[in-house]
């Protein structure tokens, strides 16, 4: 009895110590992520705006006008995979939503996974590609399955890439059934609170809805602008969202911004989510695709940030009424901006163009075949990837690194191309800070990447769009605000992996086993 009492008595300091250093934790993390967030459009909206959203947080939180991705552009995936990560995409393998199969020789979506079953939908889907830990599967490791952690987005590679492999409830709004949806790879089956919701059917309601102004059309900031004339506008979803792509494009609209928001606050309640000694994690992924989609800035796209807002404010304000703003944390970022077109004025005015896929690879391929024979040497061009056939190449005895260096150079003399790399030279250049390097993965990536100059857009063998171009800006905003954090700005530029580390050393846990951050130079209150 003595002994133990000693015993206790030595241990005593490092359990305080250890007791302590949880009330230095917060208790409930939750990310916001919005696609197509911009500091200018805060900035232009900003008046607008109530004080218990987006400007609570900029007003009393730390402001990061621009956090640097490190990699050409590629898609909004692989920078939410990015961020979740806090590692570049030739190490956390996501470079693109879509990529092609060399085996099947088809274009596929990077989380398909004929092992995995849906539930309340029909797309089979894990997380196996994403080859790395998230913070997500940290927090959840560190704390042996302790701490909750929920994910709520539109999407399922939103939802999934931001999470990573391991999570209490990871739901998306399913585009052919309409209910909230996930993947056996999470769980055989959703929280009863999130079925009731099904059973609700709450999205039919919404379907019912007219998507108007959400204030008089002379309150927007769009419809001050000199020699604009006002006009309103009116939606009504019954006629826009309609037929099998009716729940794809009611994610068009605010109101599945709503949807998110609702879930959110009612885990916030059924999963008690920040009420004990193990921080929680919620992650929510919103959108700001205006209805419909314009080049142009739109009272329409005013709307849909006014909105925004406000079901922000709705989040901090249940966050906050349960946990107290000194256990809460809240960050704010975005991914790239995918979706850019210049003004019709701007076309007219500069020399741009468009980079025909097939067309250009019919030629590589006529190219090719000059050289080394009458095959079929190129398989595929997607994404500024290009594959080749590898198999002939074997096949032939060719050498892999001359074959790539023969097409390289003939789509150098391509229009638009910019730069253009092979993946022989990528994969020999592991420790240099290429920016084509960090979007290179080895297990999806094609033998040639390429990028297009700025205002090029790639299209398919009629012309259309692919979705390929040069983004414009290589940063996004981060916002980080409660728990202790004190009013502050920086101007600086630092890595988007950065914040990634930083919540992680907040957290007290450890890094994603691939990310390479350090820590943002954030000052914490001393309370």
């Known amino acids: 009895m003595k002994l133990t009492y000693i015993l206790f008595l030595f241990f005593l300091p490092s359990l305080l110590v250890a007791q302590h250093a949880d009330y230095q934790k917060p208790k409930l993390v939750i990310g916001i992520t919005v696609e197509g967030l911009t500091a200018d459009y805060l900035s232009m909206f900003w008046n607008g705006m109530g004080r218990g959203g987006f400007r609570k947080i900029i007003d009393n939180g730390a402001v ?19 961020v979740s990560t806090g590692a570049q995409p030739y190490l956390h393998g996501i470079s693109w939503s879509d990529v092609y199969n060399r085996n099947t020789r088809k274009q596929q979506f990077v989380l398909h996974d004929e092992t995995e079953k849906s539930i309340n939908g029909i797309e089979r889907l894990s997380a196996r590609s994403l ?84 204030f008089p059309i002379n309150y927007y900031y769009v419809t001050q602008s000199r020699g604009y004339t006002a006009k309103s506008f009116s939606y009504p979803l019954k006629k826009i969202a309609t037929g099998k792509t009716a729940f794809a494009e009611f994610k068009k609209t605010p109101f599945a911004n709503t949807m998110i928001r609702e879930m959110a606050v009612e885990a916030i309640e ?27 800035l739109t009272v329409e796209l005013e709307d849909s940030y006014l909105r925004l807002d406000n079901e922000i404010k709705m989040i901090i304000d249940a ?18 901006k995918t979706h850019y077109a210049l003004s019709p004025v701007l076309k007219e005015k500069m020399q741009l163009g468009t980079f025909n896929s097939y067309r250009y690879m019919a030629l590589l391929n006529a190219y090719l075949m000059a050289i080394y024979g009458q095959e079929s040497w190129v398989l595929a061009c997607t994404n500024g990837n290009i594959y080749l056939n590898r198999k002939k190449i074997d096949e032939k005895n060719l050498s892999l690194k001359e074959v790539q260096e023969r ?13 253009v790399v092979n993946s022989v030279a990528l994969e020999q250049q592991f420790a240099l800070r290429n920016s084509l390097r960090q979007s290179y993965n080895k297990q999806s990536s ?10 090029w857009v790639e299209v398919d063998r009629d012309d259309k769009p692919t979705g390929f171009y040069n983004v414009i800006g290589n940063s996004v905003p981060f916002y980080v605000y409660g728990w202790k954090i004190a009013p502050q700005k920086y101007a600086t530029t630092y890595s988007v992996v950065d914040a990634t580390a930083t919540l992680a050393s907040w957290l007290h846990i450890p890094l994603p086993n691939a990310s390479n951050g350090v820590l943002l130079p954030i000052v914490l209150s001393a309370e």
Request: aromatic share 10%; proline share 4%.
């Open 64 to 82: 990061f006008s621009a956090l640097q991705f490190a990699y050409d552009a590629t898609d909004n995936l692989s920078d939410i995979a990015t």
């Open 131 to 214: 080859l790395v830990t998230t913070l997500a599967d940290e927090l959840k490791t560190h704390t042996i399955q302790r701490s909750k952690v929920i994910s709520i987005a539109m999407n399922a590679k939103e939802s999934m890439v931001q999470t990573g492999h391991i999570a209490d409830a990871v739901v998306w709004i399913d585009d052919t059934t309409g209910k909230w949806s996930s993947s056996s790879y999470y769980s055989k089956s959703l929280p009863i609170w999130i079925e009731r919701k099904n059973q609700q059917n709450s999205i039919q309601d919404y379907m019912q809805m007219v998507w108007e102004p959400l």
């Open 270 to 296: 059924q999963e008690s989510l920040g009420r004990d000694i193990f921080p929680d994690l919620m992650l929510l992924y919103f959108n700001l695709q205006s209805y419909p989609q314009a080049d142009e």
């Open 319 to 336: 966050a906050e009424r349960r946990v107290g703003k000194e256990n809460l944390l809240i960050y704010v970022t975005s991914p790239r």
């Open 407 to 419: 097409a390289m150079e003939f789509v150098s003399q391509l229009p638009g191309v910019m730069n």
């Open 446 to 455: 094609g033998d040639i990447l390429f990028t297009l100059y700025p205002g």
